[in-house]
């Protein structure tokens, strides 16, 4: 059984930080695609980064420069430090997993696990 399990979310003021952190099981993780998505109240899912098997990423336009993905593949952990944060940040923040060769673009259809979220409030 696949589990995506995120964690590390929270309130914080515009400027500063988080870590978010998601633990899988019941895959072969370091073969894994791993991708963190958002979605804001009356919004669609979209796209933050990932990152495959071989350590590729790739971002997502509105937070180059701001978030960084990693991952540790002993511990089966996906990461994504957020700094800077902005107020249009705020969101349900989901990790995804699809395996590497079907890694491809960013966008919600091309994962097929899901975590349940984990809640980035951001205030100004």
């Known amino acids: 059984q696949v589990q995506l399990v995120e964690s590390g979310g929270g309130s914080v003021q515009a400027g500063g930080s988080l870590r978010l952190s998601c633990a899988a099981s019941?895959?072969?993780?370091?073969?894994?695609?791993m991708g963190w998505f958002r979605q804001a109240a009356g919004k669609e899912r979209e796209g933050v980064a990932m990152?495959?098997?071989?350590?590729?990423?790739t971002y997502a336009e509105h937070v180059k420069g701001r978030f960084t993905i990693s991952r540790d593949n002993a511990r089966k952990t996906l990461f994504l430090q957020m700094n800077s944060l902005k107020p249009e940040d705020a969101a349900l923040y989901y990790c995804?997993?699809?395996?590497?060769?079907?890694?491809?673009?960013?966008?919600?259809?091309?994962?097929?696990?899901w975590g349940q979220g984990t809640q980035v409030t951001v205030s100004s």
């Open positions: 990152i495959n098997g071989g350590y590729g990423t």
């Open positions: 019941g895959i072969p993780y370091s073969t894994y695609c």
């Open positions: 995804a997993a699809v395996p590497s060769y079907s890694c491809s673009y960013l966008i919600p259809g091309n994962f097929g696990y």
